[in-house]
């Protein structure tokens, strides 16, 4: 069935680090690929998406592309900040399975000034 | 963006008491919305998939009758915690995708429940 695998955390990076949360995932059809991020003390937000292969998602200086030849949307960003301590998940949502969410495991980062 | 809101955020009980938690979409219809439980090591849980004017659909392992979920509404979908215990303490969250999605989840702020 369809899956989705993150690193594992946590992740502590001093600021202005850069940032890469790897994530896999396996599906039969063609899946849409989120990631989304949680703020402490709060629900997930939608950071960003791609709906096909080769799309770039991008949004407050994250960014992942779609990858269907090895299966991955890796999240990156050139420069955090403490602001961006937050925990991340990445996901997938593909028709045939009548749009189910598959949510990885998460991954938490820590921003230290 | 689309706003889905829950009420309360947090909760305190005490042991045996029922508690509920409303989910709303704010400002679009949501013919589906989802309850998952987030455990202290992050990760989520999918407890059940609500659907508008139909039984809600549990996934393996939770008990329907002690989480009982109503989806009366295009916009209100409600969890109530029955007979609540300490194990039951935790990090509910919804989520809600606009009717004739697919499309993103739109997440509720979630509501901490501790059961005393």
């Known amino acids: 069935g369809d899956s989705v695998t993150q690193m594992e955390g946590p992740v502590t990076l001093s600021e202005e680090a850069f940032l890469t949360i790897n994530c896999t995932y396996t599906?039969?059809?063609?899946?849409?690929l989120f990631w989304y991020v949680q703020y402490p003390g709060e629900g997930l937000q939608l950071l960003l998406k791609?709906?096909?292969?080769?799309d770039k998602g991008s949004n407050k200086g994250f960014e992942a592309t779609y990858r269907k030849e090895t299966t991955s949307f890796h999240l990156e960003k050139g420069s955090v900040q403490v602001s961006d301590s937050a925990v991340y998940f990445c996901a997938l949502s593909e028709f045939r399975t009548g749009n189910q969410f598959y949510f990885g495991t998460g991954t938490s980062l820590t921003v230290i000034p | 963006g689309a706003v889905v809101s829950q009420h309360p955020s947090w909760v305190i009980c005490k042991s045996g008491t029922s508690v509920k938690i409303e989910c709303r979409s704010l400002?679009?219809?949501?013919?589906?919305m989802f309850w998952y439980r987030q455990f202290p090591k992050q990760s989520l849980m999918l407890m059940a998939t609500s659907n508008e004017g139909s039984k809600a659909t549990y996934e393996q392992g939770v008990e329907k009758d002690k989480f009982l979920i109503n989806h009366a509404s295009l916009t209100l979908s409600t969890l109530t915690v029955t007979s609540a215990h300490p194990e039951d303490s935790s990090f509910y969250i919804c989520s809600a995708r606009a009717t004739g999605g697919p499309g993103e989840l739109f997440f509720g702020e979630g509501s901490r429940l501790t059961v005393l």
């Open positions: 400002d679009f219809q949501a013919t589906t």
């Open positions: 599906a039969t059809g063609y899946p849409s």
């Open positions: 791609a709906t096909k292969a080769d």
